[in-house]
Protein backbone atom coordinates (compact mmCIF):
# COMPACT_ATOMS: atom_id res chain seq x y z
CA UNK A 1 0.00 0.00 0.00
CA UNK A 2 1.27 2.95 -1.20
CA UNK A 3 1.05 6.47 0.67
CA UNK A 4 0.46 9.48 -1.41
CA UNK A 5 2.85 12.36 -0.47
CA UNK A 6 1.22 16.48 -1.44
CA UNK A 7 2.90 17.91 -3.73
CA UNK A 8 4.28 21.29 -1.98
CA UNK A 9 5.74 24.34 -3.78
CA UNK A 10 6.81 27.70 -3.09
CA UNK A 11 4.22 29.98 -5.59
CA UNK A 12 2.83 33.72 -6.08
CA UNK A 13 -0.25 33.96 -5.33
CA UNK A 14 -2.77 36.50 -6.51
CA UNK A 15 -6.53 36.65 -5.03
CA UNK A 16 -9.07 39.36 -6.09
CA UNK A 17 -12.47 40.15 -5.48
CA UNK A 18 -15.04 42.75 -5.84
CA UNK A 19 -15.16 45.84 -3.15
CA UNK A 20 -19.17 46.32 -2.20
CA UNK A 21 -20.36 42.93 -4.35
CA UNK A 22 -23.11 42.31 -2.19
CA UNK A 23 -24.46 46.19 -2.54
CA UNK A 24 -24.12 45.89 -6.40
CA UNK A 25 -26.08 42.79 -6.26
CA UNK A 26 -29.20 44.28 -3.98
CA UNK A 27 -29.11 47.21 -6.79
CA UNK A 28 -29.06 45.35 -10.10
CA UNK A 29 -28.33 41.61 -9.89
CA UNK A 30 -28.14 41.07 -13.77
CA UNK A 31 -26.28 44.44 -14.56
CA UNK A 32 -23.60 42.99 -12.10
CA UNK A 33 -23.86 39.65 -13.07
CA UNK A 34 -23.23 40.96 -16.68
CA UNK A 35 -20.11 43.05 -15.71
CA UNK A 36 -18.56 40.68 -13.31
CA UNK A 37 -18.31 37.88 -16.64
CA UNK A 38 -16.46 40.95 -18.79
CA UNK A 39 -14.28 41.93 -16.24
CA UNK A 40 -13.16 38.16 -15.30
CA UNK A 41 -12.54 37.52 -19.18
CA UNK A 42 -10.35 40.81 -18.80
CA UNK A 43 -8.47 39.41 -15.70
CA UNK A 44 -8.32 36.29 -16.70
CA UNK A 45 -6.62 37.48 -20.29
CA UNK A 46 -4.01 39.37 -18.55
CA UNK A 47 -3.29 36.66 -16.13
CA UNK A 48 -2.67 34.06 -19.01
CA UNK A 49 -0.39 37.28 -20.62
CA UNK A 50 1.24 37.27 -17.27
CA UNK A 51 1.85 33.93 -17.48
CA UNK A 52 -0.09 32.80 -14.77
CA UNK A 53 -3.40 30.52 -14.39
CA UNK A 54 -6.40 31.32 -12.90
CA UNK A 55 -6.65 28.29 -10.33
CA UNK A 56 -10.09 28.83 -8.70
CA UNK A 57 -13.13 32.22 -9.06
CA UNK A 58 -16.16 31.50 -6.75
CA UNK A 59 -18.36 33.99 -6.47
CA UNK A 60 -16.72 37.60 -7.34
CA UNK A 61 -13.18 36.40 -5.97
CA UNK A 62 -10.47 35.47 -8.38
CA UNK A 63 -7.39 33.28 -7.53
CA UNK A 64 -4.49 33.30 -9.83
CA UNK A 65 -0.80 31.28 -9.43
CA UNK A 66 1.96 32.61 -10.87
CA UNK A 67 5.94 31.33 -11.37
CA UNK A 68 7.52 34.97 -10.81
CA UNK A 69 5.95 36.94 -7.84
CA UNK A 70 7.42 40.41 -10.58
CA UNK A 71 5.16 38.63 -12.79
CA UNK A 72 2.48 38.43 -10.52
CA UNK A 73 2.64 41.96 -9.02
CA UNK A 74 3.04 43.01 -12.43
CA UNK A 75 -0.42 41.75 -13.34
CA UNK A 76 -2.00 43.11 -10.21
CA UNK A 77 -1.21 46.79 -11.60
CA UNK A 78 -2.19 45.91 -14.98
CA UNK A 79 -5.36 44.49 -13.97
CA UNK A 80 -6.26 47.64 -11.89
CA UNK A 81 -5.18 50.00 -14.88
CA UNK A 82 -7.38 47.77 -17.51
CA UNK A 83 -10.45 47.48 -15.29
CA UNK A 84 -9.46 51.67 -14.05
CA UNK A 85 -10.62 52.32 -18.02
CA UNK A 86 -13.70 49.46 -18.39
CA UNK A 87 -15.04 51.38 -15.34
CA UNK A 88 -14.78 54.92 -16.65
CA UNK A 89 -17.30 53.78 -19.48
CA UNK A 90 -20.26 52.76 -17.04
CA UNK A 91 -22.66 53.97 -14.82
CA UNK A 92 -21.12 55.39 -11.71
CA UNK A 93 -23.64 53.00 -9.68
CA UNK A 94 -22.61 49.95 -12.00
CA UNK A 95 -18.55 50.60 -11.65
CA UNK A 96 -16.90 47.56 -10.02
CA UNK A 97 -13.86 47.95 -8.53
CA UNK A 98 -11.84 45.19 -7.47
CA UNK A 99 -9.22 44.84 -4.38
CA UNK A 100 -5.98 42.80 -5.29
CA UNK A 101 -3.76 40.97 -2.52
CA UNK A 102 -0.49 39.02 -3.64
CA UNK A 103 1.68 36.68 -1.56
CA UNK A 104 4.80 34.50 -2.30
CA UNK A 105 4.14 31.67 0.16
CA UNK A 106 4.37 28.04 0.45
CA UNK A 107 1.43 26.15 -0.92
CA UNK A 108 -0.38 22.58 -1.59
CA UNK A 109 -1.09 21.52 -4.83
CA UNK A 110 -3.71 18.80 -5.20
CA UNK A 111 -4.70 18.16 -9.35
CA UNK A 112 -5.33 21.65 -10.58
CA UNK A 113 -5.97 23.76 -7.03
CA UNK A 114 -3.59 25.21 -4.45
CA UNK A 115 -4.37 25.18 -0.58
CA UNK A 116 -2.47 26.60 2.51
CA UNK A 117 -1.19 29.20 4.14
CA UNK A 118 0.40 31.01 1.59
CA UNK A 119 -2.91 31.04 -0.65
CA UNK A 120 -5.16 32.36 2.97
CA UNK A 121 -2.64 35.03 3.52
CA UNK A 122 -3.40 36.55 0.14
CA UNK A 123 -6.85 36.67 0.86
CA UNK A 124 -6.47 38.86 3.78
CA UNK A 125 -4.43 41.30 2.04
CA UNK A 126 -7.14 41.35 -0.64
CA UNK A 127 -9.22 42.46 2.58
CA UNK A 128 -7.15 44.88 3.37
CA UNK A 129 -6.82 46.38 0.05
CA UNK A 130 -8.36 49.67 -0.69
CA UNK A 131 -11.05 49.55 -4.09
CA UNK A 132 -9.24 49.24 -6.98
CA UNK A 133 -5.71 49.00 -5.12
CA UNK A 134 -3.20 46.56 -4.35
CA UNK A 135 -1.55 44.98 -1.15
CA UNK A 136 1.50 43.11 -1.23
CA UNK A 137 2.91 40.87 1.70
CA UNK A 138 6.72 41.56 2.96
CA UNK A 139 7.59 38.19 1.47
CA UNK A 140 6.56 39.30 -2.23
CA UNK A 141 7.86 42.89 -1.75
CA UNK A 142 11.03 41.76 -0.85
CA UNK A 143 11.40 40.13 -4.41
CA UNK A 144 9.97 42.92 -6.13
CA UNK A 145 10.98 45.93 -4.03
CA UNK A 146 13.54 47.37 -6.90
CA UNK A 147 11.98 45.81 -10.36
CA UNK A 148 8.93 47.67 -10.89
CA UNK A 149 8.07 50.92 -11.78
CA UNK A 150 5.90 51.61 -8.65
CA UNK A 151 6.46 52.82 -5.33
CA UNK A 152 5.27 51.31 -2.01
CA UNK A 153 4.01 52.00 1.26
CA UNK A 154 4.50 50.12 4.46
CA UNK A 155 1.13 49.56 6.28
CA UNK A 156 3.07 47.53 9.28
CA UNK A 157 2.66 44.17 10.24
CA UNK A 158 -0.78 43.58 10.31
CA UNK A 159 -3.24 40.52 12.41
CA UNK A 160 -5.12 38.94 10.02
CA UNK A 161 -7.75 36.58 10.59
CA UNK A 162 -6.82 32.88 11.01
CA UNK A 163 -2.92 33.50 10.60
CA UNK A 164 -1.27 32.79 13.88
CA UNK A 165 1.60 35.29 13.02
CA UNK A 166 1.50 39.17 11.88
CA UNK A 167 1.85 39.98 8.12
CA UNK A 168 4.02 42.49 6.98
CA UNK A 169 2.10 44.60 4.38
CA UNK A 170 2.71 46.74 1.82
CA UNK A 171 0.32 49.23 -0.34
CA UNK A 172 1.34 49.43 -4.14
CA UNK A 173 1.56 53.09 -5.14
CA UNK A 174 0.61 52.27 -8.89
CA UNK A 175 1.89 56.42 -9.64
CA UNK A 176 5.03 57.10 -7.06
CA UNK A 177 4.97 60.32 -6.95
CA UNK A 178 1.22 60.90 -6.35
CA UNK A 179 0.36 61.46 -2.43
CA UNK A 180 0.05 57.36 -0.87
CA UNK A 181 -3.92 56.59 -0.90
CA UNK A 182 -3.65 56.42 2.99
CA UNK A 183 -1.47 56.60 6.38
CA UNK A 184 0.28 53.42 7.40
CA UNK A 185 -1.91 51.58 9.58
CA UNK A 186 -4.96 53.52 8.53
CA UNK A 187 -7.53 53.00 11.19
CA UNK A 188 -11.51 53.60 10.55
CA UNK A 189 -11.21 57.09 11.02
CA UNK A 190 -14.20 59.25 11.93
CA UNK A 191 -13.86 61.21 8.38
CA UNK A 192 -13.82 57.80 6.11
CA UNK A 193 -17.31 56.26 7.58
CA UNK A 194 -19.83 55.70 5.74
CA UNK A 195 -22.41 56.75 8.65
CA UNK A 196 -21.41 59.43 11.15
CA UNK A 197 -20.43 57.54 14.43
CA UNK A 198 -23.24 57.49 16.86
CA UNK A 199 -23.34 59.37 20.12
CA UNK A 200 -23.21 55.92 22.17
CA UNK A 201 -20.81 53.09 21.91
CA UNK A 202 -21.10 51.00 18.13
CA UNK A 203 -20.33 47.87 17.48
CA UNK A 204 -21.35 45.70 14.66
CA UNK A 205 -21.15 41.50 15.40
CA UNK A 206 -19.64 39.64 12.39
CA UNK A 207 -21.42 36.30 11.67
CA UNK A 208 -18.74 33.69 13.47
CA UNK A 209 -16.83 31.24 11.46
CA UNK A 210 -17.86 27.85 12.03
CA UNK A 211 -14.86 25.39 12.36
CA UNK A 212 -17.05 22.09 12.61
CA UNK A 213 -15.84 21.10 9.31
CA UNK A 214 -19.47 20.43 8.86
CA UNK A 215 -21.49 22.79 6.26
CA UNK A 216 -24.62 21.63 7.98
CA UNK A 217 -23.69 23.35 11.45
CA UNK A 218 -23.48 27.02 9.65
CA UNK A 219 -26.93 27.84 11.27
CA UNK A 220 -25.82 27.36 14.65
CA UNK A 221 -22.69 29.17 14.32
CA UNK A 222 -24.93 31.92 12.96
CA UNK A 223 -27.28 31.49 15.92
CA UNK A 224 -24.79 32.22 18.39
CA UNK A 225 -23.42 35.68 16.54
CA UNK A 226 -27.56 36.28 16.53
CA UNK A 227 -27.67 35.64 20.19
CA UNK A 228 -24.93 38.06 21.13
CA UNK A 229 -26.42 40.43 18.79
CA UNK A 230 -29.50 40.11 20.48
CA UNK A 231 -28.35 40.57 23.65
CA UNK A 232 -26.21 43.91 22.93
CA UNK A 233 -29.15 45.28 21.32
CA UNK A 234 -31.24 44.93 24.77
CA UNK A 235 -29.28 47.69 25.89
CA UNK A 236 -30.64 50.78 25.40
CA UNK A 237 -26.68 53.06 25.35
CA UNK A 238 -25.53 50.75 22.74
CA UNK A 239 -25.78 51.12 18.88
CA UNK A 240 -26.00 48.24 17.42
CA UNK A 241 -25.49 46.62 13.65
CA UNK A 242 -28.61 44.15 12.54
CA UNK A 243 -28.30 41.18 12.25
CA UNK A 244 -29.22 41.62 8.49
CA UNK A 245 -25.98 44.11 7.55
CA UNK A 246 -23.35 42.10 9.52
CA UNK A 247 -24.01 38.63 8.01
CA UNK A 248 -23.17 40.72 4.22
CA UNK A 249 -20.09 39.78 5.45
CA UNK A 250 -20.47 35.94 6.14
CA UNK A 251 -18.30 33.89 4.42
CA UNK A 252 -15.64 36.70 2.75
CA UNK A 253 -12.23 37.38 3.59
CA UNK A 254 -12.67 41.04 5.57
CA UNK A 255 -10.30 43.43 7.25
CA UNK A 256 -12.49 44.79 10.46
CA UNK A 257 -11.49 48.50 9.62
CA UNK A 258 -13.25 48.39 6.15
CA UNK A 259 -16.08 47.00 7.80
CA UNK A 260 -16.33 49.09 10.78
CA UNK A 261 -16.39 52.17 8.02
CA UNK A 262 -19.03 50.60 5.72
CA UNK A 263 -20.92 50.14 8.93
CA UNK A 264 -20.14 53.31 10.54
CA UNK A 265 -19.20 51.55 13.99
CA UNK A 266 -16.35 52.13 16.25
CA UNK A 267 -16.17 48.40 17.27
CA UNK A 268 -15.93 44.58 15.82
CA UNK A 269 -16.59 41.48 17.30
CA UNK A 270 -15.96 38.14 15.79
CA UNK A 271 -15.26 34.87 16.43
CA UNK A 272 -15.70 31.36 15.25
CA UNK A 273 -17.69 28.04 16.84
CA UNK A 274 -16.90 24.69 16.82
CA UNK A 275 -19.73 22.16 17.50
CA UNK A 276 -18.62 18.54 17.97
CA UNK A 277 -20.91 15.89 19.37
CA UNK A 278 -22.46 17.62 22.32
CA UNK A 279 -19.49 19.49 22.95
CA UNK A 280 -19.03 23.44 21.97
CA UNK A 281 -15.89 25.64 21.50
CA UNK A 282 -16.57 29.53 21.04
CA UNK A 283 -13.65 32.04 20.25
CA UNK A 284 -14.50 35.95 20.09
CA UNK A 285 -12.08 38.86 19.72
CA UNK A 286 -13.63 42.50 19.87
CA UNK A 287 -11.12 45.07 17.83
CA UNK A 288 -11.36 48.81 18.40
CA UNK A 289 -11.23 49.29 14.66
CA UNK A 290 -11.01 53.39 15.55
CA UNK A 291 -7.33 52.51 16.92
CA UNK A 292 -6.85 48.65 15.47
CA UNK A 293 -6.18 47.83 19.36
CA UNK A 294 -7.61 44.31 20.27
CA UNK A 295 -9.62 44.53 23.31
CA UNK A 296 -10.30 41.74 24.49
CA UNK A 297 -10.01 37.83 23.17
CA UNK A 298 -11.26 34.61 24.77
CA UNK A 299 -12.04 30.99 24.62
CA UNK A 300 -15.22 29.30 25.98
CA UNK A 301 -15.49 25.39 25.66
CA UNK A 302 -18.74 24.12 27.29
CA UNK A 303 -21.66 20.98 26.98
CA UNK A 304 -24.22 22.04 24.30
CA UNK A 305 -26.62 22.56 27.63
CA UNK A 306 -24.40 25.57 28.29
CA UNK A 307 -24.84 27.21 25.06
CA UNK A 308 -27.06 29.96 26.18
CA UNK A 309 -24.95 30.86 29.17
CA UNK A 310 -22.08 31.05 27.16
CA UNK A 311 -23.43 33.69 24.72
CA UNK A 312 -24.86 35.47 28.09
CA UNK A 313 -20.75 35.77 29.20
CA UNK A 314 -19.75 36.51 25.98
CA UNK A 315 -22.22 39.31 25.92
CA UNK A 316 -21.19 40.65 29.36
CA UNK A 317 -17.36 40.14 28.41
CA UNK A 318 -18.06 42.94 25.46
CA UNK A 319 -19.77 45.14 26.95
CA UNK A 320 -17.25 45.27 29.64
CA UNK A 321 -14.49 45.45 27.71
CA UNK A 322 -15.88 48.42 26.00
CA UNK A 323 -17.24 50.85 29.09
CA UNK A 324 -17.32 48.61 32.55
CA UNK A 325 -19.11 51.44 34.09
CA UNK A 326 -22.15 50.57 32.03
CA UNK A 327 -22.28 47.11 33.46
CA UNK A 328 -23.37 49.02 36.77
CA UNK A 329 -25.85 50.92 35.26
CA UNK A 330 -27.73 48.17 33.48
CA UNK A 331 -26.84 44.34 33.64
CA UNK A 332 -26.88 42.19 30.85
CA UNK A 333 -30.78 40.49 30.72
CA UNK A 334 -30.37 37.06 30.13
CA UNK A 335 -32.72 35.14 27.56
CA UNK A 336 -33.64 33.05 30.29
CA UNK A 337 -33.65 29.56 28.48
CA UNK A 338 -33.05 26.48 30.22
CA UNK A 339 -31.29 23.80 28.47
CA UNK A 340 -34.45 22.21 27.64
CA UNK A 341 -35.07 25.26 24.83
CA UNK A 342 -31.84 23.73 23.04
CA UNK A 343 -33.61 21.92 20.43
CA UNK A 344 -36.51 24.45 19.71
CA UNK A 345 -33.72 27.26 19.45
CA UNK A 346 -31.71 24.69 17.02
CA UNK A 347 -35.12 24.87 14.73
CA UNK A 348 -36.05 28.78 14.90
CA UNK A 349 -32.09 29.30 14.11
CA UNK A 350 -32.44 26.71 11.16
CA UNK A 351 -35.40 28.66 9.80
CA UNK A 352 -33.42 32.09 10.39
CA UNK A 353 -30.99 31.05 8.24
CA UNK A 354 -33.35 30.35 5.41
CA UNK A 355 -35.87 32.83 5.95
CA UNK A 356 -33.38 35.86 5.68
CA UNK A 357 -32.41 34.89 2.40
CA UNK A 358 -35.50 36.19 1.16
CA UNK A 359 -36.03 33.72 -1.76
CA UNK A 360 -39.77 32.26 -1.88
CA UNK A 361 -38.60 28.81 -1.99
CA UNK A 362 -36.12 29.20 1.33
CA UNK A 363 -39.34 31.24 2.98
CA UNK A 364 -41.55 28.67 2.72
CA UNK A 365 -38.78 26.25 4.25
CA UNK A 366 -38.42 28.31 6.65
CA UNK A 367 -42.30 28.47 7.46
CA UNK A 368 -42.44 24.98 7.30
CA UNK A 369 -39.38 24.26 10.08
CA UNK A 370 -41.30 26.82 12.20
CA UNK A 371 -44.90 24.64 12.23
CA UNK A 372 -43.17 22.17 13.09
CA UNK A 373 -41.30 23.89 15.94
CA UNK A 374 -44.47 24.85 17.42
CA UNK A 375 -45.94 21.58 17.36
CA UNK A 376 -43.26 19.90 19.48
CA UNK A 377 -42.36 23.17 21.59
CA UNK A 378 -46.36 24.31 22.17
CA UNK A 379 -44.40 26.92 25.08
CA UNK A 380 -41.67 27.89 23.32
CA UNK A 381 -42.73 31.65 22.43
CA UNK A 382 -39.81 32.37 19.77
CA UNK A 383 -41.05 29.91 17.55
CA UNK A 384 -44.71 31.97 17.51
CA UNK A 385 -43.31 34.85 17.14
CA UNK A 386 -40.66 34.24 14.34
CA UNK A 387 -43.44 32.29 12.72
CA UNK A 388 -46.15 34.85 12.80
CA UNK A 389 -43.69 37.73 11.37
CA UNK A 390 -42.63 35.46 8.54
CA UNK A 391 -46.15 34.64 7.73
CA UNK A 392 -46.72 38.33 7.49
CA UNK A 393 -43.40 39.67 5.93
CA UNK A 394 -43.35 36.78 3.25
CA UNK A 395 -45.75 38.67 1.28
CA UNK A 396 -43.15 40.74 0.20
CA UNK A 397 -40.96 38.20 -1.40
CA UNK A 398 -42.58 38.28 -4.37
CA UNK A 399 -46.23 38.07 -3.87
CA UNK A 400 -48.90 40.10 -2.34
CA UNK A 401 -51.18 39.88 1.29
CA UNK A 402 -53.52 37.18 1.63
CA UNK A 403 -56.29 37.25 3.95
CA UNK A 404 -55.18 33.42 4.47
CA UNK A 405 -51.80 34.88 5.79
CA UNK A 406 -53.13 37.20 8.34
CA UNK A 407 -55.91 34.73 9.65
CA UNK A 408 -52.34 32.29 10.05
CA UNK A 409 -50.34 34.71 11.75
CA UNK A 410 -53.07 35.89 14.22
CA UNK A 411 -53.48 33.00 16.47
CA UNK A 412 -49.39 32.73 16.67
CA UNK A 413 -48.78 35.97 17.55
CA UNK A 414 -51.16 36.31 20.56
CA UNK A 415 -49.43 33.01 21.42
CA UNK A 416 -45.99 34.45 21.52
CA UNK A 417 -47.03 37.20 23.55
CA UNK A 418 -49.34 35.33 26.03
CA UNK A 419 -46.17 32.88 26.36
CA UNK A 420 -43.59 36.08 26.59
CA UNK A 421 -45.19 39.32 26.37
CA UNK A 422 -41.04 40.60 26.87
CA UNK A 423 -40.27 39.10 22.95
CA UNK A 424 -39.75 42.17 20.95
CA UNK A 425 -40.65 39.81 18.05
CA UNK A 426 -44.03 39.12 18.91
CA UNK A 427 -45.17 42.75 19.45
CA UNK A 428 -43.49 43.20 15.87
CA UNK A 429 -45.46 40.72 14.65
CA UNK A 430 -49.06 41.96 16.93
CA UNK A 431 -47.97 45.56 15.10
CA UNK A 432 -48.09 44.35 11.59
CA UNK A 433 -51.17 42.60 11.91
CA UNK A 434 -52.87 45.38 13.22
CA UNK A 435 -51.24 47.35 10.07
CA UNK A 436 -52.68 45.03 7.56
CA UNK A 437 -56.04 45.44 9.32
CA UNK A 438 -55.72 49.23 9.02
CA UNK A 439 -55.75 49.86 12.84
CA UNK A 440 -52.63 52.05 12.48
CA UNK A 441 -52.42 53.81 15.74
CA UNK A 442 -52.64 50.31 17.38
CA UNK A 443 -49.58 48.81 14.80
CA UNK A 444 -47.80 51.91 15.88
CA UNK A 445 -48.11 51.23 19.84
CA UNK A 446 -47.24 47.90 19.11
CA UNK A 447 -43.99 48.55 17.17
CA UNK A 448 -43.14 51.11 19.86
CA UNK A 449 -43.52 48.15 22.27
CA UNK A 450 -40.78 46.18 20.68
CA UNK A 451 -38.67 49.21 20.34
CA UNK A 452 -38.97 49.68 23.97
CA UNK A 453 -37.95 45.97 24.61
CA UNK A 454 -35.33 46.50 22.17
CA UNK A 455 -33.79 49.89 20.95
CA UNK A 456 -31.97 48.57 18.34
CA UNK A 457 -34.76 46.59 16.34
CA UNK A 458 -34.30 48.03 12.69
CA UNK A 459 -37.33 46.18 11.77
CA UNK A 460 -39.30 47.84 14.30
CA UNK A 461 -37.99 51.01 13.50
CA UNK A 462 -38.66 50.66 9.84
CA UNK A 463 -42.37 49.11 10.46
CA UNK A 464 -43.18 51.66 13.02
CA UNK A 465 -42.27 54.35 10.20
CA UNK A 466 -44.53 53.28 7.86
CA UNK A 467 -47.65 53.51 10.31
CA UNK A 468 -46.77 57.05 11.47
CA UNK A 469 -46.61 58.05 7.72
CA UNK A 470 -50.36 56.48 7.30
CA UNK A 471 -50.95 58.54 10.60
CA UNK A 472 -50.08 61.86 9.08
CA UNK A 473 -46.64 62.30 10.86
CA UNK A 474 -44.74 62.84 8.20
CA UNK A 475 -41.51 63.70 9.53
CA UNK A 476 -41.35 61.09 12.85
CA UNK A 477 -42.40 58.16 9.75
CA UNK A 478 -39.04 59.12 7.69
CA UNK A 479 -36.95 59.83 11.10
CA UNK A 480 -37.71 55.79 11.83
CA UNK A 481 -37.47 54.80 8.32
CA UNK A 482 -34.10 56.30 7.77
CA UNK A 483 -32.81 54.69 11.43
CA UNK A 484 -33.92 51.41 9.95
CA UNK A 485 -31.62 51.64 7.20
CA UNK A 486 -28.75 53.04 9.36
CA UNK A 487 -28.93 50.62 11.89
CA UNK A 488 -29.18 47.92 8.90
CA UNK A 489 -27.44 49.61 5.54
CA UNK A 490 -27.21 45.84 3.93
CA UNK A 491 -30.97 44.89 4.97
CA UNK A 492 -33.23 42.81 2.82
CA UNK A 493 -35.86 45.29 4.53
CA UNK A 494 -34.51 47.69 3.07
CA UNK A 495 -36.85 47.96 -0.25
CA UNK A 496 -39.64 48.19 1.90
CA UNK A 497 -38.17 50.71 3.92
CA UNK A 498 -36.86 52.89 1.13
CA UNK A 499 -40.75 51.96 -0.29
CA UNK A 500 -42.09 53.38 3.03
CA UNK A 501 -39.62 56.64 3.08
CA UNK A 502 -41.53 57.12 -1.03
CA UNK A 503 -45.25 56.95 0.08
CA UNK A 504 -44.03 59.85 2.90
CA UNK A 505 -42.98 61.80 -0.17
CA UNK A 506 -46.17 61.07 -2.11
CA UNK A 507 -48.67 61.43 0.84
CA UNK A 508 -46.83 64.81 1.49
CA UNK A 509 -47.14 65.99 -2.12
CA UNK A 510 -43.22 65.74 -2.32
CA UNK A 511 -44.02 63.59 -6.03
CA UNK A 512 -39.89 64.07 -7.00
CA UNK A 513 -38.51 62.63 -3.63
CA UNK A 514 -41.20 59.59 -4.16
CA UNK A 515 -39.97 58.74 -7.60
CA UNK A 516 -36.54 58.67 -5.86
CA UNK A 517 -37.34 56.78 -3.25
CA UNK A 518 -39.24 54.36 -5.32
CA UNK A 519 -37.03 53.71 -8.19
CA UNK A 520 -34.25 53.00 -5.26
CA UNK A 521 -36.25 50.35 -3.72
CA UNK A 522 -36.92 49.16 -7.08
CA UNK A 523 -33.55 48.79 -7.47
CA UNK A 524 -32.94 46.75 -4.43
CA UNK A 525 -35.86 44.85 -5.10
CA UNK A 526 -37.70 45.03 -8.48
CA UNK A 527 -40.16 41.86 -7.88
CA UNK A 528 -41.25 43.79 -4.29
CA UNK A 529 -45.02 45.20 -6.46
CA UNK A 530 -45.41 47.61 -3.49
CA UNK A 531 -42.71 49.47 -4.65
CA UNK A 532 -43.64 49.43 -8.20
CA UNK A 533 -47.12 50.80 -7.11
CA UNK A 534 -46.04 53.73 -4.98
CA UNK A 535 -43.23 54.55 -8.22
CA UNK A 536 -46.08 54.43 -10.64
CA UNK A 537 -48.41 56.62 -8.57
CA UNK A 538 -45.31 58.90 -7.78
CA UNK A 539 -44.76 59.12 -12.01
CA UNK A 540 -48.26 59.51 -12.53
CA UNK A 541 -48.23 62.41 -10.44
CA UNK A 542 -45.37 64.31 -11.38
CA UNK A 543 -46.33 64.08 -14.76
CA UNK A 544 -44.32 61.01 -16.35
CA UNK A 545 -47.25 59.29 -17.34
CA UNK A 546 -45.31 57.31 -20.38
CA UNK A 547 -42.74 56.10 -17.19
CA UNK A 548 -45.62 55.07 -15.18
CA UNK A 549 -47.20 53.23 -17.62
CA UNK A 550 -44.55 51.21 -18.40
CA UNK A 551 -43.98 50.06 -14.77
CA UNK A 552 -47.64 49.51 -14.68
CA UNK A 553 -47.39 47.20 -17.79
CA UNK A 554 -44.67 45.20 -15.77
CA UNK A 555 -45.85 45.05 -12.88
CA UNK A 556 -49.28 43.93 -14.40
CA UNK A 557 -47.29 40.96 -15.92
CA UNK A 558 -46.30 40.14 -12.40
CA UNK A 559 -49.86 40.63 -10.45
CA UNK A 560 -52.68 39.97 -13.57
CA UNK A 561 -55.35 40.86 -11.17
CA UNK A 562 -54.29 44.18 -9.54
CA UNK A 563 -56.85 46.91 -10.12
CA UNK A 564 -58.47 49.40 -7.79
CA UNK A 565 -61.02 47.09 -6.76
CA UNK A 566 -57.82 44.60 -5.66
CA UNK A 567 -56.24 47.69 -4.22
CA UNK A 568 -59.07 49.00 -2.50
CA UNK A 569 -59.31 45.42 -0.62
CA UNK A 570 -55.75 44.16 -0.12
CA UNK A 571 -53.43 47.30 0.27
CA UNK A 572 -53.73 48.84 3.94
CA UNK A 573 -53.45 52.32 3.18
CA UNK A 574 -56.56 54.22 5.53
CA UNK A 575 -58.92 56.58 3.91
CA UNK A 576 -57.42 59.57 3.40
CA UNK A 577 -54.32 57.91 1.97
CA UNK A 578 -55.81 55.54 0.41
CA UNK A 579 -57.82 58.38 -1.68
CA UNK A 580 -54.19 60.15 -2.39
CA UNK A 581 -52.94 56.78 -3.79
CA UNK A 582 -55.13 55.59 -5.78
CA UNK A 583 -55.68 59.35 -7.58
CA UNK A 584 -51.94 58.83 -9.06
CA UNK A 585 -52.89 54.97 -9.98
CA UNK A 586 -56.14 56.63 -12.16
CA UNK A 587 -53.71 58.64 -13.92
CA UNK A 588 -51.24 55.78 -14.71
CA UNK A 589 -54.43 54.32 -16.47
CA UNK A 590 -55.19 51.91 -13.76
CA UNK A 591 -59.13 50.23 -13.59
Not at 392 to 403: H, I, P, Q
Not at 474 to 494: K, T, V, Y
Not at 521 to 544: D, E
Request: charged content about 25%.
Amino acid sequence: MTTQVSKRKLTAILSADVKGYSRLMSQDEEATVKTLKQHRTTISELVSEHRGRVVDSPGDNILAEFASVVDAVKCAVKIQETLKGKNAELPENQRMEFRIGVNLGDVIEDEDRVYGDGVNIAARLEGLAEAGGICVSGTAFDHVKSKLSVGYQYLGEQTVKNISEPVRVYQVLMEPEATPSRPPFELASREKMAFPLPDKPSIAVLPFDNMSGDPEQEYFADGISEDIITGLSRLRWFFVIARNSSFTYKGKAVDVKLVARELGVRYVLEGSVRKGGNRVRITAQLIDASTGNHLWADRYDGDLTDVFALQDEITKKVVAAIEPKLLEAEGIRSQSRSPEDLDAWDMVMRANSLFWRFTPAEVEAAIDILKRAVERFPDYAPAYSMLAFILLVSGYVGCDFTERQVKLAAPFAARAAELDDSDPWAHLALGFLAFLMRRTDEAAEEFQRALDLNPNFAAAHGYLGWALAFDGRADQAIAHLELAIRMSPHDPQNAIFNTGIAVVHYLSGRFAEAVGFGRKALQQRSGFTACNRICIASLAQAGQIDEARAVLARLKEMHPELSIAWIEKHVPYTPGPMVKFIEGMRKAGLK
